[in-house]
């Protein structure tokens, strides 16, 4: 699976919307961009995925870069339940199932 | 709740020992996935299985053996333990084996060895 690119770390103010980048500079055109996002002392939960158009769902909307090779996933209110460490995960549809995970960004929110 | 159960949610044991991990994926899911969180190595996947087989295989040492029984529950055997396999041990599952199943994850077993 090709590489992703997160900042380390990124800070909100509560309820306020937050955008956490993602780079891929090295995307295939089959890939298909994964966010995941892992709670303190839990395991990684599912967030959401898109492959070309922007996507929403109730947890966060995913804006793509019209070349692919960047992505960034919104949250719309942060809510202190946020806070967590997001992965940007790229997975085409070949070969096995699995995930594979960078470091990921850790938000904090702020109250 | 993803659905996925994972036993025990803690466990202690002595170097040189050996424990099972359990897990149970979400009903109708029939891929099982293993990974292993250390704060040094970060999240790494180490093996998969699916309706009773092995899939894939990650970074799991020759000591860590898995298996997936038929009615698909897996256990994860890890022996002749090292401080160094102390972490968060997440069983995941998925509807199916390929590539765009969602992943659903447990809350994990944390093992400490001492």
């Known amino acids: 699976d090709a590489k992703t690119t997160q900042p380390n770390s990124m800070e909100s103010n509560e309820e306020e919307p937050v955008h956490l980048p993602c780079n891929h500079s090295t995307i295939s055109g089959t890939d298909y961009i994964h966010w995941y996002r892992q709670l303190p002392s839990q395991g990684p939960e599912y967030v959401i995925h898109?492959?070309?158009s922007n996507v929403n769902n109730r947890m966060a909307s995913l804006a793509i870069a019209e070349d692919r090779k960047s992505s960034t996933l919104i949250l719309h209110r942060a809510t202190l339940r946020d806070a967590a460490v997001y992965y940007c995960?790229?997975?085409?549809?070949?070969?096995?199932?699995?995930?594979?995970f960078g470091t990921g960004t850790r938000l904090t929110v702020i109250p | 709740d993803s659905g996925v159960t994972q036993t025990p949610k803690h466990l202690i044991t002595a170097t040189g020992q050996r424990v099972t991990l359990r897990c149970s994926p979400r009903s109708g899911d029939l891929s099982v996935y293993w990974y292993q969180q250390s704060l040094d190595q970060g999240l790494q996947f180490l093996i998969q299985?699916?309706?009773?087989?092995?899939?894939a295989k990650g970074n799991i040492l020759e000591r860590f053996s898995a298996q997936q029984f038929p009615d698909l529950h897996s256990e994860l055997n890890l022996s002749s333990l090292e401080l160094g396999d102390s972490a968060l041990y997440f069983c995941?599952?998925?509807?199916?084996?390929?590539?765009?199943?969602?992943?659903?994850f447990g809350e994990g077993s944390w093992l400490t060895v001492v």
């Open positions: 898109g492959l070309t």
């Open positions: 299985y699916y309706n009773g087989e092995e899939r």
């Open positions: 995941a599952s998925s509807r199916g084996g390929s590539k765009g199943n969602t992943i659903y």
């Open positions: 995960i790229l997975r085409d549809l070949s070969g096995a199932n699995n995930l594979f």
